[in-house]
């Protein structure tokens, strides 16, 4: 028997507690009474841990939080779509096109990306926009193939090598890159939630939030697609829709987290599997919700365990990500067969 109540307030519970906990710990050591303090608007000891907690800590807790609900909900929908409990956002291409946006600017015009009015959009606003570029020319092509193919996995096949087609030019473009350039590359790859500043936080937010509304609006043509496409025309969902409206949610969610954060690895592919195990179901009513609050709580506690206790030494979010995702991936993969995701 599904008991979704309990599911719902325990996460809601651990959200919240990994919220504070991300205000509270950090690489420079902040006083918990002092944080409180400077939550509350009273004058703090230092003037440099109000900067801390207010331009550093809260937007990058806001930041993991509608990160790991965006990758998770958007491998959700891609599952669900594909049939495939493997598939991930990055199974499209969309993160490749992200990463191909980043490597022309950061390994080939040096970090700008073209000219506003007389001023050239240099550093870390390049470095967003030109991701965000490329996720959505990748999504647009996505968009467009998928009025032209009628099978799911042709489209994926389609994905897969516009990923491979992104990877080969990021390859061309590091071989003839300084050595620099490459570091900066690949430190931008590894991912991490301190790219959203506190003036970026409302723009990012409206993004997220905007594709996360999109997917509770898809919520019924969802549960439809598990009987299968034929099942779900019969029940008067326009499937050929429903495919691009899944698409460009995903492609909303994925683009803007990628843009802001680097892509991250296994939030997406793991998350929903996570959700499943803890629901015991796989309706999208439930599913769905459950999978958002579950892919904040891990994103907020990878934020955490980046930060080496002890140290002010941060490791790569990346390096982070596996340690949660790949045991859970193992485990789906070894009992497939004794677990039912699509019904």
């Known amino acids: 028997m599904n008991k979704p109540a309990p599911v719902y307030s325990c996460l809601i519970l651990v959200l919240w507690l990994l919220f504070i906990g991300n205000l509270m710990y950090g690489a420079v050591s902040i006083p918990v009474d002092s944080v409180f303090n400077i939550l509350l608007g009273k004058e703090p000891e230092r003037l440099s841990w109000q900067n801390i907690v207010l331009q550093t800590r809260i937007p990058q807790a806001v930041t993991a939080l509608l990160s790991g609900a965006s990758l998770a909900v958007s491998g959700l929908l891609l599952q669900t779509l594909f049939q495939n409990p493997l598939a991930g956002p990055?199974?499209?291409?969309?993160?490749?096109?992200?990463?191909?946006g980043v490597a022309v600017v950061m390994l080939y015009l040096g970090g700008a990306v073209g000219y506003l009015s007389d001023l050239p959009v240099s550093g870390y606003p390049a470095i967003i926009v030109a991701a965000f570029i490329g996720s959505c020319a990748v999504l647009g092509l996505i968009l467009y193939f998928s009025s032209k193919v009628r099978s799911n996995v042709m489209l994926l096949i389609i994905g897969i090598m516009i990923g491979y087609l992104a990877s080969s030019v990021i390859s061309i473009l590091n071989f003839y890159a300084t050595a620099d350039r490459v570091r900066s590359f690949v430190m931008w790859g590894l991912g991490n939630f301190s790219g959203v500043s506190l003036s970026l936080l409302p723009f990012f937010s409206l993004c997220t939030l905007t594709g996360l509304f999109l997917a509770i609006l898809l919520i019924k043509p969802l549960n439809a697609l598990l009987l299968?496409?034929?099942?779900?025309?019969?029940?008067?969902?326009k499937v050929k829709r429903t495919r691009a409206l899944i698409l460009l949610c995903t492609g909303l969610l994925t683009a803007t987290t990628t843009a802001f954060c680097g892509p991250i690895s296994f939030i997406g592919l793991a998350v929903p599997h996570i959700a499943r195990l803890l629901l015991g179901s796989s309706n999208h009513k439930m599913l769905l919700p459950v999978t958002l609050l579950t892919g904040a709580c891990v994103a907020l506690l990878c934020n955490m365990l980046m930060v080496l206790p002890g140290t002010n030494t941060l490791l790569p979010l990346n390096a982070v990500t596996p340690i949660i995702g790949a045991p859970v991936v193992i485990y789906v993969i070894i009992n497939r067969k004794n677990i039912q995701y699509f019904n």
């Open 90 to 100: 990055s199974i499209l291409g969309i993160s490749d096109g992200a990463n191909l």
């Open 228 to 237: 299968g496409e034929v099942y779900a025309a019969n029940l008067g969902i």
